[in-house]
Every structure is written in structure tokens, then in C-alpha cells.
């Protein structure tokens, strides 16, 4: 989980310091929120080292580090990436599969799950329980075209850093699993079987982010949450007037999206960051 170090003005010029640390390999984030500028680091063991950068920035004696100038952004992306191991991992994974599409057709099966229950059992309990959690989870590795992949894939990176980064490897997790199943059995209860993608897991990061940016930096826009579900709600609309028109998963995304409130209204608050915060006002 992000350790917060520091907390600076907004207009203060933090890029000595920041290139100090890519320089050095220290992973690191800056992010604005309230007004100030908040940096946070993946290591708390290189905490010492960056309060020691810390104190020559601010007595005005650091320097931009002579490094080539390709240096730090090949740096910054590596350990970006390598600092949220779960999101690269299901990223490369969903790219995996959709290899393994092309390829074989052992992933058919994938789509028929509950086919025998759907339409008369699905309000069955035991037909949720005969077709298994796993089968109901697995569709969400499955993109069906580049352009699926390519979105779902966008928001995945996008949201599932910050929320590795913020709030911690467990609860991204729990929203890979529990919003990817949620949005899998609303789908297969509302259209049936043979679907997938990972919109309830990305619509849950949203719901996830959207619930609680105002205690959490993540970094996005405040709009965010509001334009998704806009657009969610007129891909309805337009599905509703025109059967078939967008093709869209709305059960797994409205699945999804509601599990993603529910987890991010329920999830124990990010209390390290007011406790940080206040240590780090204290030290600037």
C-alpha cells in the first residue's frame, strides 16, 4: 500500500526531487488533492532516503540529477508498472487469453455454463450453486475482438493502478473477484449464458473510485464516475428502443457497478492518509 511522505503547496516545484528519486529507482507518486501535492511512495524502506532528498530540496540545494533524458520516463513506466504486480498481471493475462482465442476453441465451453437452467431455473438456488463460482468468474478473461480488449484493458490499467497503489493489493482483489462475479450472475441471470469480458470488474472499479475519491488521492477526474454511468445508461436506453443495437453485457455492468459501491462504501477506510497527512504538514 502507497505511503504518504510528504505534502507540499500546490504551485511548489517538486521535478528536482522527483527526477532525484526516478534517478534512484525509488518508485514513487505525485497527485494533487486539495490544493496541495501529495507524494507517496510503494516502499516504506525509502522513506529515510527521500526525507534526506526532501530537506536539501527544500534549503534549496538540490539539483537536478545529470541523467540522459530518456533515462527517467523508461524508468518511471518500468517501475510503475512493476509497483501494481496485480493489475500488469491480469492485464497480461486478459492479453494471454485473447491469444489463446485465436488459436484454439477449447474456450467455447466457457460460454455455455448453466445453458440447461437458463431461462427456467434462474431463480433457483441450487442451479447458482450447481453451475460453480468459478464458472460463473472465468468469462471475464474472455474479449472477443481488439477493440473489447483494447477498453476493457484501458480501464483496467488506468483504475487498478491507483487502486493497488491506494488502497492495497487485498482490496483490488476483492474487486477483481467479487465484482467480476457479481456482474457475471446478474448478466447470466438477465440475458443467459454465452457472454464475457471484464466490464463488471472495470464498471466496479469505477463505482469503487467514484464512492471514494474524496477520502482517497486516486488522481482521476471528479467526472469520471458521473460520464460512465451516463453512458451507461444510454447504451440502455438505446438497447431498450433498438434490441441489439450495442450489443453491451448491461447485466454484468450494472452487476458490477452496484457490487462496486456496495465494496467501496463497506471496505474499511484508507485512515493512513489523514494520519499521514498530518504528519507530513507537520515535517513541511
Known sequence: ???????????????????????????????????????????????????ALFDEWREGQLIAPAVEASQPVFFQFLLNALATPLTLAGLLLFI??????????SWIVWLTMGAEYWPDQRFSIAAYSAIGLWDFWRPTLLHFSLLHLLFNGTWWWVLGRRIEQCDGRLAMLAIILLCGLAGNIAQWWYAGPAFGGASGVTMGMMAWVGLRMKRVPYGLPKALLPVMVAWLLLELTADTMIPGLTSTAHGAHIGGLLAGFAMAALWPAAKQYSTDSERASDDT
Open 1 to 51: 500500500m502507497a505511503l504518504l511522505v510528504l505534502v507540499a503547496p500546490a504551485g511548489a516545484d517538486l521535478s528536482p526531487l522527483t527526477q532525484h528519486l526516478w534517478a534512484e529507482k525509488i518508485a514513487h507518486r505525485v497527485v494533487e488533492h486539495q490544493g496541495e501535492q501529495m507524494l507517496y511512495l510503494e516502499d516504506e524502506a525509502d522513506e529515510p532516503r527521500v526525507r
Open 96 to 105: 494471454a487469453v485473447f491469444v489463446w482465442m485465436r488459436v484454439s476453441d
